[in-house]
Nanobody
Framework: QVRLVESGGGSVQTGGSLRLSCAVS?????RGWFRQAPGEKREGVAY???????GYGESVKGRFTISQDNAESTLYLQMNSLKPEDTAMYFC?????????????????WGQGTQVTVSL
């Protein structure tokens, strides 16, 4: 059984940093972060496989870093140089299949979300 619990959201000013965490159980192959702003579609932010391969959305490349601890039980998203357009609810997601990409339909398991707000 895969279970995901996010933490670490909050409010920060433009240019600031936040680190999101997601407690992962069930050892899924693919783990990712998505975000959704009010009235917008869910957007893929980053993914990482159990082997450590990563992928990023174009809007966050060079600013965000996805990682996991050695036991693969905690997923992280380090967010630097935050902008107001990064404001959204951030979701941790996972998939047990052997395929990983930034497409929400690939992911079967979702956390409850954590809010990130970036002010001017």
């Amino acid at each position: 059984q895969v279970r995901l619990v996010e933490s670490g959201g909050g409010s920060v000013q433009t240019g600031g940093s936040l680190r999101l965490s997601c407690a992962v159980s069930g050892n899924p192959y693919c783990r990712g972060w998505f975000r959704q702003a009010p009235g917008e579609k869910r957007e893929g932010v980053a993914y990482i496989t159990r082997r450590g391969s990563t992928g990023y959305g174009e809007s966050v490349k060079g600013r965000f870093t996805i990682s996991q601890d050695n036991a693969e039980s905690t997923l992280y998203l380090q967010m630097n140089s935050l902008k107001p357009e990064d404001t959204a609810m951030y979701f941790c997601a996972a998939n047990t299949g052997g395929f990983c990409q930034l497409d929400a339909t690939v992911f079967a398991y979702w956390g409850q979300g954590t809010q990130v707000t970036v002010s001017l």
